[in-house]
């Protein structure tokens, strides 16, 4: 409601997919937040999907959440915004490009517990948590596989 409309006031870029709206904001430090913004935290929030996601279309990045660890909707939802920052600066400008004019499509999605590791060491962008909220320092939160990193 308001608070959202406050908060697009702000300087932003809004990008809206198949089945989503995503706002994301320049960098701020930690305590430099504007309140518009700040009143929009995601926190406690568990969402249940009826239905197991489907499986992503080809040449689709994923950004792999660790199976091993318990996240909240926020939290889990800001490491998959660090994910995709992630890939996006490993790719080369054309590939940054191409990811544009496709529309950047994404899919988020749970890694497979026997999967984990081999996508940690696979050489593609992980996010390591500084354990500023809930979970230890230094946790691998997401690995950013997008094909053209592969």
Request: net charge negative; hydrophobic share 40%.
């Amino acid at each position: 409601g308001a608070e959202w409309r406050r908060a697009e006031a702000l300087p932003g870029i809004t990008v809206t997919g198949q089945a989503a709206e995503v706002r994301v904001f320049p960098p701020v430090p930690l305590d430099g937040w504007p309140k518009d913004l700040a009143k929009l935290q995601v926190s406690g929030t568990d969402l249940d999907d009826p239905e197991p996601p489907t499986e992503p279309g080809p040449g689709v990045p994923v950004l792999w959440l660790n199976p091993g660890l318990e996240m909240s909707a926020g939290k889990a939802m800001a490491q998959a915004g660090h994910g995709a920052q992630l890939a996006w600066w490993e790719l080369t400008q054309p590939q940054r490009a191409a990811w544009r004019e496709a529309g950047y499509p994404l899919a988020v999605r749970t890694a497979a517990p026997g999967r984990w590791e081999e996508l940690t060491t696979s050489g593609l962008p992980v996010v390591r948590d500084a354990g500023f909220t809930e979970i230890a320092p230094g946790s691998c939160t997401v690995v950013a596989d997008h094909p053209a990193l592969r």
